[in-house]
C-alpha cells in the first residue's frame, strides 16, 4: 500500500511545496494536501493553539488537524533555516512540537529539522534522513532529491518571471491568463502565508486584479535582486522571510512600473513590525508611491481592508492622474 | 433649483446633507444610527426633504461610510466611496491647501496626508479603537457628564492628570483609580482628552509628517478639549472647518456631483425612499466550511441585494447597483 504523507497548505507550503511533492512522490508515496484555509479551519486553528501564537500558525494547526485523518504520516518538518546564516522565525522552529502537545489522535508526524544555517548542502543529508523513514532504497531516495531538487528550480524560474506562486503550483496555469496585461501595477509584500491565503487576507489579491490592478508579489524578486537592495543596510537581517520582504519592497520602490505598494503585516509579528517600518520609511523618503500597510488579524473585518485598499487604489488612481496631466 | 446628497453611516451617527448646483453646503442632519443603519438612513431623507427647498431636483447622491453600500441601494446613490476619499475630497475643497487631516469618528480614526490637494498617505487605527469618540461617549456616561459639556469642562482643567492611553480598558482603570485619589473632574477629563491624543499620534499618526494646515474633522472634533490637547502636542493651529461633524458626507455629495457632471443620469430613488419597506435579514450560507453570514436586503418584498458571500453565490444571483 501506498504510504500517505499529508501536507498542511500553510506556513510556507508556497514556498517548498514543489520540492516536497516532487521528493515523497519520488520515493513512492502519495501526497495529500490539506484544502484552501475556510472558516472551519480557522476555527479549529484557534482552538488548537496556543493564544500567543501570529494567525499564520494558527491557521497550520487547523490545517493539520484537518490533514490528520487522511494521511499516514504528517510533514511538519522543524524548520531552523533555510539559507546559510539564516533564520526562520522560532515559532516555526516550536511548531512541530505544538502540534504534538495540542493535536489529538495525530498519525505520524514527520518533523525532521531542516537546517541550512551553516551550509545548503546539509539539505541532501536532511532529506536522506527523512526519506529514509518511508524507503529502503537509497537510489530512489538519492534520485528523488535530485528530482525535487530540479522541481523547484523549475519553480522559482516560473515565479521568478512573474507568475505568482500560488499559481506556478499548478503547472497547467497558463502564463498569459489575465495578469500581465493592465495598465497599473502594485506590489504586495508580505510573508507567502499571508499574501497567498485569501481566506485570512479577505481575498486581497483578487479584489486588487477585480479592480484592474496587475499583482506583482515578494517571491517575483530574484534573490539577487533582493540581496542588492538588503546590501545597502546598516546590519544584516538574519530572518530569510524579512530580508526578502526588505528587499523586494525596496526594489519596488525604485521599480518605474510600479504604483504603489502594500504591505500586509500579522498581528503579533515580530519580524513583521520591523520590516514594515524600514519598508515604510524608504517609501516615505522616496516619497512617489503610495503605500498601504494592511494588518491581519482573525478579528479583521471585510470592511477594513475593504476600506483601506479602496482608498489605497484612489490614491494610486489620482495620483497617475496628476501625473499624466 | 437643482442639488446634491450626500450620505455618511457611521457605527455612531449617521449624517446627511445637501448640496447647491455650486456645491456649497446648505442643510445638514446629524443623526446616531442606533445600531439600525436603514431607519436612520430613512429617517435623514426625511428629515432633509422638509428642508431642501420646494421644487428642488436632486442630480446625484453620494454614499460613505461603514454602512455605505447599505445606504448607497436604499437611496440608490451614485457614488459609493470609502471615507478615506470622501473625508480628504471634503477637507480639501473647504479648506485649500490643507495638509493634514485628523479624523476622528465613533469607531474608527484615520489621518490622511494630502499634498497638492491630493492623498499623499493616510493611515487607520488597527485593532485598538481606543481613541475613538465612543470610548469619549462611554467615558463621559461613567462620569455623568454630558458628551457635549465634556470639551468645556475639561478647558477648566489646570493640571491634566497623566492617564495611560494605550487601551481603552487600561485607560478606564487608570481614571478610576485617579478619581479615587481626588483629582479633580477637570484635570482627568483634560488628561482623557492628552491621552487619547496621545495615543492618536503614536498609533494612526505613527511617523507620519504632519505639517500644517492641519483639520481636525469627525463628531469628537466638537470637543474643544481634544481640540487644545491636539493644538498642545502638535504646536500648530488647528483648523475645525464649519460642518466638521458631516465632512463624510459633504465629501460623498461633491463626488456624486462630480460623477453627474460626466453626464451620467442619477440613480436616486427619490425622497420616497424614506417611507419604503426596506428589511435587512441575514443568515448563514452552508455551501461550504466557510459559513458566510450572507445578509440579504429587500424592498418591499422583494430581493434587492445580498453580500456577506465570499463566493458570489448569493450577492450575484441578484441585479447589482453600479459603484462609481
Known sequence: MTVKIGIPRALLFHNFIPYWKTFFEGIGAEVVISGLTNKAILQDGLRLSVDEACLPVKVAFGHVEHLKNKADYIFIPRLVSVFPREYICPKFLGFPDMVRQNVQGLPGVIDNNINMYRR???????????????????FKIALAIKKAGDAIKRFTARVESGL???????????????????????????????????????????????????????????EKEVNDHVAHLNKKLFWTLGRRMVGAAYHFLESPGISGIIHVASFACGPDS?????????ARRIGSKPYLNLTLDEHTGEAGIVTRVEAFLDMVGTKEQAARC | MIGFIGLDVGSVSTNIVFLDD?????????????????PAVQKGLKQISRLVPPRTVIRGVGATGSGRHLAGIIAGADVIKNEITSHATASSRLVPGVRTVLEIGGQDSKIIILRDGIVADFAMNTVCAAGTGSFLDQQAARLNVQIED???????????????????????????????????????????CEALVRNYLNNVGKGKDISGPVVFQGG???????????????????????????????????????????????????????ETDFRARSFECDGCPNFCEVVELSESGAVIARWGDRCGKWSNSVPQIACG
Open chain 2, 220 to 274: 469628537v472634533a466638537a470637543n474643544l478639549g481634544m481640540r487644545s490637547a491636539f493644538e498642545r502636542a502638535l504646536k500648530k493651529e488647528i483648523v475645525i472647518p464649519p460642518n466638521y461633524d458631516v465632512m463624510g458626507a459633504v465629501g460623498a455629495a461633491m463626488l456624486a456631483r462630480d460623477y453627474v457632471s460626466r453626464g451620467a443620469p442619477t440613480a436616486f430613488k427619490g425622497f420616497g425612499a424614506a
Open chain 2, 22 to 38: 455650486e456645491g456649497r453646503v446648505r442643510e445638514s442632519v446629524y443623526l446616531r444610527t442606533n445600531g439600525r443603519p436603514i
Open chain 1, 274 to 282: 520591523m520590516t514594515g517600518e524600514l519598508i515604510e520609511r524608504k
Open chain 1, 120 to 138: 545548503e548542502s546539509d539539505l541532501y543529508r536532511q532529506f536522506f534522513e527523512i526519506g529514509s523513514l518511508i524507503c529502503g532504497n537509497p
Open chain 2, 150 to 192: 465634556f470639551g468645556e469642562l475639561s478647558l477648566k482643567s489646570s493640571s491634566p492628570v497623566r492617564i495611560a492611553g494605550r487601551c481603552a480598558v487600561f485607560a478606564e482603570s487608570d481614571m478610576i483609580h485617579k478619581q479615587q485619589m481626588g483629582h479633580d473632574l477637570p484635570d482627568i477629563l483634560a488628561g482623557l
Open chain 1, 164 to 222: 505568482r506562486p500560488d499559481r506556478a503550483i499548478d503547472s497547467s496555469y497558463s502564463e498569459d491568463g489575465p495578469a500581465g496585461r493592465k495598465d497599473t501595477t502594485v506590489a504586495v509584500i508580505g510573508h507567502p502565508y499571508n499574501i497567498y491565503d485569501s481566506f485570512i487576507n479577505i481575498g486581497l489579491l483578487k479584489r486588487l486584479e477585480d479592480a484592474g490592478i496587475n499583482v506583482l508579489t515578494t517571491d517575483n524578486v530574484p
